[in-house]
């Protein structure tokens, strides 16, 4: 018997699509045709970092609640209430107070956050090893071939986990069943939070055509408008368009716009892309206290992590700053922004703003990361929408120069200044 419907409650399951549960009532109940045959999913935490925390602290229940930094700072996430007022992650934090002034804003936690993630994780790697985890709260897994194995359809299997998660970490997720990962990425956001959401491929296109081309990666507000002014409003129109009108225009990315316009993603979950940052460090032979010295080993880092944020195709809104101190006491400045960054000079400008206010000591070590890194493609597009874009493509053609001809064949006129 083919499953095309299952119970969120009880479990129950049937060969018929039904409105309400005939075990238990419940209208919780996911229907689909492929509901028995599709295996790759997106699995997304609700609000996670806001959610630990009204889980720890009761009071904030019913409370609009901002994670992130100071005035001056960036919303890492906020809960479900303070979204009601308009507040989204990476918010400059004066926008977002002044959208809802009675949110309670509390600095990031990561003791209490990265636990609580191994904790979902882990839950998640005892039915499958195929988990590529994007950051601390979402990841794609592949259940291809583990019905036997976990006892059921991929669908059943998540549908339990998705319980068991809530039961055991008072925390909840949203998760999206479908044939490849954008689609499935797409359908944990239908419906959260605590959602189930399915997109199986015969209905994938009619779902997606009356959409905003903002919904598919690497298309954000300039992108969008460019799409939007030359005849792309929806993706609908992006599916009908031709093909090499989209690569004459767009180049690569016309016939990645076509793919997904078309349901298509070919890309696998990859365990080895299980990354959630990547840094660089130098230990000195001798103390350094001045700016100018720190900077001056700092720019080589920020070079060598944006090259190889490149050269593997990811990216981040989360930059990290180390600091070794003469007593060995480790000094981490963290701060989340609002476009991903993947040159060495929007990375080391970031290090530069971290590294200020802790100049006046000497240190023994520094060192520059990016954590919570996610694929390039699948990121907000401020790659291509910013400032940056002529940087990126800059050091992106250096890349290329100094693997042909070798290290030394485009040197920054800052490294220059290195003794």
């Not at 997304?44 to 019913?62: G, H, I, M, N, T």
């Not at 993603?265 to 000195?284: C, K, L, Q």
């Not at 992590?305 to 050269?311: D, E, M």
């Not at 970031?350 to 990361?369: A, C, F, S, T, V």
Request: hydrophobic content about 40%.
């Amino acid at each position: 018997m083919a499953i095309i419907a299952i119970c969120r409650e009880c479990l129950w399951t049937g060969a018929d699509a039904v409105a309400r549960c005939p075990a238990c009532g419940s209208p919780r109940v996911v229907c689909d045709p492929e509901l028995s045959s599709l295996s790759i999913a997106h699995l997304d935490c609700d609000a996670f970092y806001a959610s630990v925390e009204k889980r720890d602290r009761p009071e904030l229940r019913d409370r609009p609640v901002i994670v992130g930094g100071g005035t001056r700072g960036v919303v890492s996430t906020c809960c479900y209430i303070a979204r009601i007022y308009g507040v989204h992650s990476a918010m400059p934090m004066f926008k977002a107070l002044k959208a809802c002034p009675d949110a309670v804003v509390i600095k990031p936690d990561f003791t209490k956050y990265v636990p609580e993630s191994e904790r979902i994780f882990g839950m998640v790697r005892t039915l499958t090893p195929l988990v590529q985890t994007l950051s601390l709260d979402e990841a794609w897994i592949d259940l291809s071939g583990t019905e036997r194995l976990n006892g059921g359809p991929p669908a059943l299997q998540l549908i339990r986990l998705q319980k068991r998660i809530e039961e055991e970490t008072g925390l909840s997720v949203s998760i999206g069943l479908a044939p490849n990962r954008f689609l499935a990425k797409i359908a944990s956001e239908l419906d959260k939070p605590r959602g189930f959401s399915v997109i199986g491929a015969a209905n994938a296109q009619a779902l997606l055509a009356p959409k905003s081309v903002r919904i598919l990666p690497g298309v954000g507000p300039v992108f969008g408008k460019t799409l939007v002014s030359d005849g792309f409003p929806t993706v609908g129109d992006l599916a009908k368009a031709d093909v090499r009108d989209l690569v004459k225009r767009y180049g690569e990315t016309g016939l990645r716009l076509h793919d997904l316009a078309h349901a298509r993603d070919a890309r696998s979950v990859n365990p080895e892309h299980d990354r959630r940052g990547m840094s660089a460090e130098n230990t000195f032979h001798t103390d350094l206290t001045t700016q100018e010295d720190l900077e001056a080993e700092l720019w080589p880092l920020c070079e060598k992590i944006a090259s190889k944020a490149r050269r593997d195709g990811v990216a981040s809104r989360v930059v990290v700053l180390k600091l070794r101190r003469t007593d060995f006491r480790i000094v981490t400045r963290r701060t989340t922004l609002p476009d991903p960054v993947q040159t060495a000079r929007a990375l080391f400008a970031i290090g530069r703003d971290l590294l200020k206010p802790e100049l006046g000591r000497p240190y023994r070590l520094i060192g520059i990361g990016l954590a919570d890194i996610q694929d390039a493609e699948d990121m907000p597009p401020a790659l291509f929408d910013s400032g940056e874009a002529r940087t990126l493509k800059t050091e992106t053609t250096i890349d290329a120069l100094r693997a042909k001809f070798g290290a030394g064949a485009v040197v920054a006129g800052r490294a220059l200044k290195r003794p």
